[in-house]
């Protein structure tokens, strides 16, 4: 049995952490028979991506000035 199995949610904000992302995948997977079934394909997508804002900018670890 080759049968689709579609899971998907929305963060509750913005998000720029691999960590955060790779948890809120690993509780879509929870949400599965992975691990009892075989799985054939694996996808992840993310949707409604907006440029990193001035707010959203990496910090110097050493300020200049």
Known sequence: DQGLCTR??????????????????????????????????LGVQLSRLAPAGEADRQLDLFPRG
């Open 8 to 41: 998907s949610m929305a963060l509750g904000g913005a998000s720029a952490t691999e960590g955060e992302l790779a948890s809120a995948t690993a509780l879509l997977l929870d949400r599965t028979q992975a691990g009892s079934r075989p799985v054939r394909t």
